[in-house]
Nanobody, 123 residues
Framework: QVQLVESGGGLVQAGGSLRLSCTASGRAFSSYVVGWFRQAPGKDREFVARISWSGGSTNYADSVKGRFAISRDNAKKTVYLQMNSLKPEDTAVYYC????????????????WGQGTQVTVSS
């Protein structure tokens, strides 16, 4: 089992950058695929990015490709989401989630979720 805590959210102007962190407690963090999701007010939760166990494979939503980068440091039990060129439409609560499998369907199978961190991008 793993517990996840997100941090790094805040208020930033359009065009700015933020780096989110997802820090895990529990053992065997390197056994988990970690994904980032977000949910804006009145909208469904959507997939943002995911990273494989060792970091060798990643996927991104089309809306963030070229602007966001996901990475991980297994020694620190942390996954990062570097967000650049932020837009007002990136405003949402961002969640990290973990599972042990690399599934074909990007959004399915996540067993563990953090509480989320708010990102607000002003225009």
């Amino acid at each position: 089992q793993v517990q996840l805590v997100e941090s790094g959210g805040g208020l930033v102007q359009a065009g700015g950058s933020l780096r989110l962190s997802c820090t895990a407690s529990g053992r065997a963090f390197s056994s988990y695929v970690v994904g980032w999701f977000r949910q804006a007010p009145g909208k469904d939760r959507e997939f943002v990015a995911r990273i494989s166990w060792s970091g060798g494979s990643t996927n991104y939503a089309d809306s963030v490709k070229g602007r966001f980068a996901i990475s991980r440091d297994n020694a620190k039990k942390t996954v990062y989401l570097q967000m650049n060129s932020l837009k007002p439409e990136d405003t949402a609560v961002y969640y990290c989630a973990a599972q042990t499998e690399w599934r074909v369907v990007l959004t399915s199978g996540y067993d563990y979720w953090g509480q989320g961190t708010q990102v607000t991008v002003s225009s």
